[in-house]
């Protein structure tokens, strides 16, 4: 079993930046997919970025070159540094862990940009 917790999500102006973190407990194994997905009201849920044991990483459009994605393997955390945040970047935020093709998802965080 898995288990999955975000923390890091607020209140921002248009232009600030937060930084959102994501630690999995249990058994992870040497090799997983962490990543976060956003979902804003009346939308799917998409791809914001995830990240490889390796380092891979892969982001989604609307974030690249704002967000970063990093992880700290030894704590089995997740990190999301959201700079020159959007208002259309309020959304929920779910962290998710891939481990052995199963997947685990976060109680979510709200992250709110205003204008």
């Known amino acids: 079993q898995v288990h999955v917790v975000e923390s890091g999500g607020g209140l921002v102006q248009a232009g600030g930046s937060l930084r959102l973190s994501c630690t999995a407990s249990g058994s992870i194994g040497s090799f997983n997919v962490m990543g976060w997905y956003h979902r804003a009201p009346g939308n799917q849920r998409e791809l914001v970025a995830h990240i490889t044991s390796g380092g891979w990483k892969n982001y989604g459009d609307p974030v690249k070159g704002r967000f970063t994605i990093s992880r700290d393997n030894a704590k089995n955390t997740v990190y999301l540094q959201m700079n020159s945040l959007k208002p259309e970047d309020t959304a929920v935020y779910y962290c998710?862990?891939?481990?052995?093709?199963?997947?685990?998802w976060g109680q979510g965080t709200q992250v709110t940009v205003s204008s």
């Open positions: 998710l862990a891939v481990v052995a093709g199963r997947e685990y």
